[in-house]
């Protein structure tokens, strides 16, 4: 391995400890905060505290009536549909079902990187995203494969399918779409426009469905879910693949699940299980093989 790729390989591991924690706040904070709501005020905090180290973004005006198309389109895939899709899901979808589904979404973005961009898929690369796939599967069925042929599909899951479709396109966009905005400001800017693609969705949902209490457990929800699945696992996202691609980068969605079954463990008091820990295995080989070269 080159030493300029450590870093970003490193980070192969790294970012989704952050962006797992979502899983927490969709345990925890839901209870207390609607689902949009969570979601609209998640985005529209990650913009303010962004907007403060990136003020100068505002005299960019240029820049951002030219990209503001591309913005607006990464704001409501990455911030509007999967912000608020998998909150939607689990109020109607099993945890179960919610990790399957979610674990699609690497294939919707080889696919769509095939057809749309012409990146090619190496044999290695195959084989980690099978290898990352049936150990992401067996953590999800508890190594009882009838399981499996017991599975009830729901409206919850639709929601989840389009949020996996959401990710995968915000991931190959941001990778392919060229930008004069530095990492930070681009955020900025994406978070802003996700924050107003949820607008409409949260006033109706304030209005007609839920209403929102702002007391200090909404606000402790809500900043939590800004700066760690939000801010830092976004950041250090883009980071990663702006080395190693939209495709490679897209297997850390895997690692996703496997660390979500460890804050499983470790904050709402699951077991942990051989399975666990052959499913671990099975993930970071996958991990792995997607590094080798064709």
């Known amino acids: 391995m080159r030493k300029k790729d450590f870093l970003p390989y490193t980070l192969l591991f790294i970012h989704p400890i952050f962006m797992a924690s979502n899983l927490i706040v969709a345990r925890g904070g ?80 080889i696919l769509i990187s095939y057809f749309f961009f012409k990146e090619k898929m190496s044999f290695f690369k195959f084989i980690g995203l099978l290898s990352c796939f049936i ?32 990710w995968a396109l915000y991931s190959i966009f941001l990778f392919n779409w060229n930008s004069s905005l530095n990492v930070f400001e681009r955020l900025t800017a994406v978070s802003f426009f996700g924050a107003l ?20 457990k909404f606000l402790f929800w809500v900043l939590f879910a800004a700066i760690s699945p939000g801010i830092i696992a976004f950041i250090l996202y883009t980071y990663t693949q702006k080395y190693l691609g939209a495709t490679t980068t897209g297997f850390t969605l895997y690692l996703y699940t496997v ?8 904050f709402f008091g699951e077991t942990l299980e051989i399975f666990h820990i052959y499913g671990t295995l099975l993930v970071f080989l996958g991990v792995y093989l997607v590094r080798k070269k064709a």
């Open 30 to 109: 839901v209870e207390h905060v609607p689902p949009i709501s969570l979601a609209f005020w998640r985005w529209f905090f990650v913009f303010l505290l962004l907007a403060l180290f990136n003020y100068k973004i505002f005299s960019k005006k240029i820049i951002l009536f030219k990209e503001y198309k591309k913005l607006l389109f990464l704001g409501i895939m990455g911030c509007g549909v999967c912000g608020a899709f998998p909150f939607i899901a689990g109020q109607t979808t099993t945890v179960i079902n919610m990790g399957i589904i979610y674990t699609s979404s690497p294939i919707f973005i």
């Open 135 to 166: 150990g992401v599967l067996i953590i999800i069925i508890k190594g009882e494969y009838s399981t499996l042929i017991s599975l009830k599909f729901t409206n919850g899951d639709l929601w989840m399918l389009g949020a996996s479709i959401g």
């Open 259 to 266: 660390y979500g079954a460890f804050y499983g463990i470790l």
């Open 197 to 216: 693609s949820l607008l409409p969705f949260y006033l109706f949902e304030q209005n007609f469905i839920a209403n929102t209490l702002f007391d200090a």
